[in-house]
């Protein structure tokens, strides 16, 4: 671990062994800093330069720091009154679609878990470290499991991407407050939750996980018309309009790409055999297992 006694010996360092030293501070640091790193005590150039070292290390945050981060964020939102689903069933259910599509990840070492989120509102967010959430309102709006995989693939699409990392990072640097989060992991949570869970992500970061999604789908031999039909459905007017659309905009256009990869891009067994229950299509099936089930 880096810790603050380390870093103000910087303000002793002669002038021209100066940037010598900085360079052999950032190997250390990046050999051995782990998420709590204290906050520096240094001249001020340095702090700069340290704060540009932190904000590398946390673009390249090992797999177990994400995790760990991820699990931070979780409790964060179950302490902010976030209800996940008690009924086995549904949570089960959802698992298995996750279990399923696991193998396709770019990212498939993570320890994935999926989650159900009580919630009437229509949405589905990632974190970091492999935690996805999609909620009831989510399930009951589905058709049948291909269209439930297809967001779930969207969202591990984000998370094999780093978004929320990217984010995190982008949202430090432009508050101001590179030294001050980073080693405070609890502070760090707050930033994620609110990012993955409130605000809109970016265009091209949709675009992005959609094309992981629909590979992962593809590859995990589901149908990818689910994709697109979905959000076609989710477009459709009703009342004041699922959240799903606020957080993951741009929809018209993602459709349109989607659209477009899919009759252009490979196929699955499903496009040749688009046998309603392994490809997920059995609408009667999901109604009578999944959405009969949810009270929400
Ligand atoms: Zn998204």
Redesign the pocket.
């Known amino acids: 671990m880096l810790n603050s006694s380390r870093l103000s010996s910087k303000s002793s360092i002669s002038r021209p062994n100066w940037l010598r030293r900085l360079v052999s501070l950032v190997a250390i640091a990046s050999l051995t800093c782990t998420l709590t790193i204290a906050s520096a005590q240094a001249v001020p150039i340095g702090d700069l330069l340290f704060q540009g070292v932190q904000i590398m290390q946390f673009s390249n945050l090992s797999q177990r720091d994400e995790v760990q981060l991820a699990a931070q964020m979780h409790d964060n939102l179950l302490s902010k009154g976030t209800r996940l689903s008690t009924d086995f069933a549904i949570n089960r259910y959802v698992t298995d679609i996750g279990q399923r599509l696991v193998p396709s990840s770019r990212r498939s070492g993570l320890p994935f878990n999926f989650f159900v989120v009580q919630d009437k509102s229509v949405n589905a967010f990632a974190t970091m470290g492999g935690y996805v959430y999609v909620t009831t309102g989510l399930l009951k709006a589905a058709d049948n499991e291909a269209q439930v995989a297809s967001v779930i693939s969207?969202e591990m699409g984000?998370i094999e991407k780093r978004h929320l990392i990217a984010q995190i990072k982008q949202s430090m640097i432009t508050r101001g407050l590179v030294s001050t989060i980073l080693g405070n992991n609890s502070a760090l949570a707050n930033i994620g939750v609110d990012l993955a869970f409130n605000r809109p992500?970016g265009r091209e970061d949709?675009f992005q996980?959609d094309r992981e999604g629909l590979r992962i789908l593809r590859d995990s031999n589901y149908a990818v018309s689910a994709m697109p039909a979905f959000m076609r459905k989710l477009l459709r007017p009703r009342g004041n309009g699922p959240t799903f659309l606020s957080t993951?905009p741009a929809i018209p256009d993602r459709v349109k790409a989607l659209d477009s990869a899919i009759k252009s891009g490979p196929t699955n067994r499903c496009d040749a055999n688009p046998r309603l229950s392994t490809c997920g299509l059995d609408d009667v099936a999901y109604q009578s297992t999944v959405k009969q089930r949810i009270a929400i």
Do not use: C, F, G, S
């Open positions: 969207h984000h992500r949709e996980a993951h």
